[in-house]
């Protein structure tokens, strides 16, 4: 069966600090990944999404930006976080094959900018 | 941009009763999903509907569809405390062959023991 991890479950940061989320995905191959930023009592923004390795596309611009050094992994990062990139970050994943699929999400991370 | 919007907002009902919630979307869609989320966790996948469907059933969850109307509705039955959570909706939309799916805001669901 497919899993779907994302790490660290929480994060505290200072203004300016850089930044490294990490998604993985098990048991499936050439997935389609999915970064979404969550605001509090708020709907999902994508942020990033990919269909391959090295494939990145962006939604919204910012100072994020996402890469897919693997087939199943997916890193969102900054070079100087600020303080409206904090919220809650998920990652997503669906297989690659169609319209009618269902995305899978990990259980997201929690940034908090300080 | 919101491509689904989900009505109401928030809803507050007493467990056993039937809870509603709609959703608007504006485009053209493959398919619309349904999914719930629990307060700090991730969203968990509840139930698919084609657009060439118009109504699916899944235990005490109904979703119908109405492509003229573009709109989408989430009916929960007998509803039980354990429910009370965010409901979101998400329609497909495809860009350069990918698919992308697009989030309304939620409705947040209170079900009140």
């Known amino acids: 069966s497919q899993t779907i991890h994302q790490w660290p479950a929480t994060l505290v940061q200072p203004v300016g600090s850089p930044l490294s989320l990490e998604c993985t995905v098990e048991g499936t191959s050439n997935p389609n990944l999915y970064w979404y930023r969550q605001a509090a009592g708020r709907g999902l923004q994508l942020l990033f999404y990919?269909?391959?390795?090295?494939?990145i596309s962006s939604e919204v611009p910012q100072n994020l930006s996402a890469s897919r050094p693997q087939d199943r992994q997916f890193i969102l990062s900054s070079k100087k976080l600020l303080l409206s990139d904090s919220g809650f970050y998920l990652c997503?994943?669906?297989?690659?094959?169609?319209?009618?699929?269902?995305?899978?999400f990990g259980p997201g991370t929690r940034l908090l900018v300080l | 941009s919101q491509q689904g919007e989900e009505d109401p907002q928030a809803l507050s009902i007493q467990e056993g009763e039937n809870a509603t919630m709609n959703c608007s979307y504006k485009t053209s869609i493959n398919n619309l999903q349904w999914y719930r989320q629990n307060s700090g966790r991730g969203l968990v996948h509840l139930i698919l509907i084609r657009s060439n469907e118009r109504e699916k059933h899944s235990g005490r969850l109904r979703v119908t569809l109405d492509t003229s109307k573009k709109s989408s509705s989430l009916l929960i039955t007998a509803s039980r405390a354990a429910d009370t959570a965010s409901y979101f909706c998400?329609?497909?939309?495809?860009?350069?062959?990918?698919?992308?799916?697009?989030f309304g805001r939620g409705t947040s669901l209170i079900v009140h023991p």
């Open positions: 998400a329609t497909d939309a495809t860009e350069g062959g990918s698919y992308i799916p697009t």
């Open positions: 997503a994943w669906r297989p690659g094959t169609g319209a009618w699929e269902t995305q899978y």
């Open positions: 990919s269909v391959g390795i090295g494939q």
